[in-house]
């Protein structure tokens, strides 16, 4: 039987990332990904601090669409609100491409990455890495929890004037505990929202017809995406036995925003060194949770709790809080922080007086 130091299950950012550091570290790496093409079929808005981004792989025009000055945010109410950053801060990436790109990344570091091959028991490994994304099926199996997920819908849309360089979210009941978005991506815009309640591609399209404060009149589809948005957190337990999990499939997304690619990436990498330690030197692959607990640990609990607010906040408590925050210049300081280790950037708001809004929403999520 052909046993493999690290076998990796899932061709998306995570196992290509992980899979290119084990190989760097000299193990004998495979890649299996069950769909026939890597970074296919896309379900994800692109949007990346560019920080993160350099953090993960050098950016190219290969696959970066536009670079992102600031956000407008709609209250639920429809007040709009600008946090604009001195420098760019962000940029939208066509996820095929970067996809793609770090697929000839983990090659040339020495991975094999086949498609088109979904995994089955008869594969051996010294180390299984689940990187699976959020479908849980092989997770389940393992013993591991499912991350929480939540249902998005989005579509791309032809219309006649955006701008290029700011995304849009809308906050309020048009997404129930979570918020709409709206990217530009070079020719077009996607315009996408995931929610508690209701069903968003429902809720998506009477954003459309109501040609809500995004601006779509007269929009033409160009397609429809879908996908489930994690929200949990990063599982308690990401290790078992001889297996890890990672990525989507670990729960290693900011809680806050849904945005997986950079935070999957970094901790991706430090599974990657783990498993290659474990398989050629017998370490624990317990260092892998070690590393990402003290590294990130505390960032992803502040911003889990920071989502457990919002999601429980009313539409009128929210307006105040936004309205108190911008007259208090807090909206406006948010664009100085990190945009992936948020923790710093919710301490910041919670030491502030806004805390009192945070009150009732925290009580109520209790109940
Ligand atoms: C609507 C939406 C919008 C998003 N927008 C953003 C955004 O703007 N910015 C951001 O940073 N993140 C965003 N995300 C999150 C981001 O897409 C994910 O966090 C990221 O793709 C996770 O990478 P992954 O490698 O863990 O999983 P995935 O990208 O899901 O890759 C998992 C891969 O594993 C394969 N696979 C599954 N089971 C098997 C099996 N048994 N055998 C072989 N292969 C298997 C799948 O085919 C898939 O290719 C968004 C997500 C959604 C749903």
Redesign the pocket.
Known sequence: MDLRDVLI?????????AGAEAAKSRADVLI????PE??EPD??????SAK?LEKVIEPSQNFVLGWIRGARIFSPAGKAYEVMAEETKAC??D?VKF?KELLRKAEACGAEVVTG????SGLEAKVLVD?????G??AKSLGFEVPK?IP???MDLEVADFDRDIVELQTGECAPGFFA?K?PRGDHVRV?L?CYRGVPLDLLKSMLEKNSNFNLKNAKIIRQ??????IGGPLRRTVRGNAMV?????G???PT?????????LT?KLAGAAAAEAALNRAPLSAFEKAWKSKYGSDFRTMKLATRIFRNMKADELEHALKVSHEAGILGLLAGYDLDLQGAAVNRVLESRLIRFAMLPFLRSLF
């Not at 299950?9 to 990332?17: C, E, K, S, T």
């Not at 990187?131 to 479908?135: I, Y």
């Not at 925003?257 to 990436?265: D, E, L, P, S």
């Open positions: 299950v899932g061709g998306g950012p995570a196992g290509l990332i299996v990904e069950e769909d890597i970074g379900h994800c808005a692109g949007f990346v993160g939208v990436i996820r996809d091959r979904a995994y089955t990187a699976e994304g959020s479908k099926r092989l997920s998005a819908a989005q978005w990217v996408g995931a995406l879908f996908g489930k948005v994690v990672i990525g989507d499939a670990g290693f997304v900011k925003t849904g945005g997986g690619v950079v935070m999957g990436g991706a």
